[in-house]
């Protein structure tokens, strides 16, 4: 864990933090942010490829000074084992967006445009209505939704954004020790 | 070896080294309470939760062992929940196990079900709900040695009745002994990084008006012998906080005493004036730096704590070093004598003198009480320091009391103070001191309390009578809420709003004599000494001498909250000295 505050775009911070995968973790963790007044903006919960472990990738938006205080605090939860403060130019992040929007016949040439354009899925299709699904960076899932919106969209449903760190890309010195 | 979930706990504790257990058994606690009849740890019955939670700490406090409590479930373990915040704010290592309704139950508002690890979570270093009577041994074994390594705290484990519960087949398991910790999150840190240290020790030889603020961490981390070598071989001056009272020995030349909101002068004063602090597991709490703003303005910081979460929390320090308190101590000696020892060190005789100026011109000072006024409270803890063993215990309650044992007993041994620091819990001092005598039964034990203080937990010298724990009480009588009083005195125009708690309702001696105590009663100087003495004979039976004390008398020193440290308010007869 870096002691520096991490990434801090729009003032949001995104944390990932590897815990025992263990009852009631996540209510100590939620709790430490709670306690400060703290929001959490978007949380993302799985299991690792170590069936012990469960990945948490938590957004929250606050200032750098507290967040290094409860990035140490967290530290301290006996079930924490880990924590990495994700900065997005070093990392790649990804959520899914579920979407039903209105189309009837008339402009749902339109909104199967937009799904061509960004490579949506389409789900479900109803008299007059349309399913779809975006997977991508955040940002890009943004702009996807924000061109639905004026065709009325009827219920979105985002997962919060997982993230990992980019990959190192040059190539390591053969000669190091 | 075949047995029950509640046996297992029993053994597993006896493994752990526990000898002695404070508690109270009920509903869903009770198939443990069977196997503790065959078990090697005695059991102190108290008369209230809270007091079997304090009287673990007080154990902890004077012993360094872990203060083990065992209560059952619903209203037991809200009980207990004061002394685990008082322990987690104060790192006090204790393990206290709670009864729970059985599994299925839970969840459904069984009787005396209550949620005890949600409520107990943000005041515990770590808890447990235990969901198979297999997971004992190793959850107890993790229990303990989460209490007591790294920064030490209170770790909760609430057990169902149904793995405990010899009827129930959920209870059957086999013993075996762990013989590790399966903890991949834990992994408290002791070394500090070598470099630091030596940036460390390099600040120190070119410190000019270096102060050693020592706090609780010396006293967690056995340090005393350290930090005295340190002192000794740099000559810097030491102030021990309220939780390291004792931590270094109070008649040494170079200790200052306790800073703070109640602190001595030249101790406020050294920090403010310090061009380098030397933290050891100091918190920078804020009844110690005043407006924070403000706290020593001209000092660098070197900050060394076992929690990284206190380096930088309120202070950024120049240098912060993670670690053991006891080990950086000593290797920070090491790199000091490398650099060249004392004679590496400036000439300091400047400062030296400035402190012994200060230390002249305010000393702690009050004055006697005159004709048939009652007696004055310091006077009462001059006469009760000077005629106890210089290694007697004194556990302390929470007020004015407290802030005048601090400033007037002379600590001069480790592991003497038991006290309630970060939390402030009134009613603290009968169990705490019940506790340390359990854990030092060779040593005198003094608790000193509030007449306030002593209304909230005085059921606890049944206890003490009953089981058989010989604790002396110093009851300052003030008559009031007195800590509070001084407040609304200096604060609120004198305005007096729900302070006076009546003079002679209840009659402490007849309180005392009706909870097994002798009940002694004192209200002029002359029969202060031979009240003292005569206490001091009795060691077959707990003691309270009420002392009749001045309602008026205030604590200072005082830094009034939110002030900076350098308006420290002095006792009126010191006001026109020059600072
Ligand atoms: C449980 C609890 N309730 C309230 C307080 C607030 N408080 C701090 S000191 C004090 C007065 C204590 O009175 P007493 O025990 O008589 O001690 P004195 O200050 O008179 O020496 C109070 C009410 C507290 N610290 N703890
Ligand atoms: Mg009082």
Redesign the pocket.
Known sequence: MSSAPGSEVGGTTTLVVRVENKAGVLARVAGLFARRGFNIESLAVAPTDDERFSRLTIVVGVDAAPMEQVVKQLDKLVNVVDIQELNPAASVERELMMVTVRADSEIRGQILDLVRIFQATVLNVGYDEIMVSLTGSPSRVDDFEDLLRPYGIVEVQRTGKVALPKLVKSTPDPLAP | MKMNGGQALMKALENEGVDILFGLPGGAILPVYDPLIDSSIRHVLVRHEQGAGHMAEGYAHATGRPGVAMVTSGPAATNIVTPLCDAYMDSIPMVVVTGQVPYAAIGTDAFQECDTTGITMSVTKHNYLVTEAADIPQVIHDAFYIATTGRPGPVLVDIPKDIVDPNNPRSAMEWYTPDSHDLPGYLPNIAGDAELIRQAAKLICEAERPVLYTGGGILKSRGAEALLELAEMTGIHVVTTLMNRGGFPDDHPLCLGMPGMHGNYTAVTAMQEADLLIALGARFDDRVTGKVGEFAPLAKVIHVDIDSAELGKVRRPDVAIQGDCRVVTEELVKALKEMGGSDAQPDRNQWRSRISGWQERFPLTYEQSKGDELLKPQYVLEQLRDSTPDDTIVAS??????MWTSQYWKFNHPYTWVNSGGL????FAIPAAIGAKAGRPDRMVWAV??????Q?TAQELVTAATEGFPIKVAL?N?A??????QWQEMFYEERYSEVY?TRDVPDYKMWAEALGCVGLKVESPEEVGPAIAQANEINDQPVVVEFRCEAEENVFPMVPAGMSNSDVVVDPSQRDRPR
């Open positions: 309650g929470v007020g004015q009391h407290q402030g819990t009134m009613g309390d509030g007449d306030g203080c002593f909230m300052i003030n009031y809420l007195g800590m509070v009083r708690l």
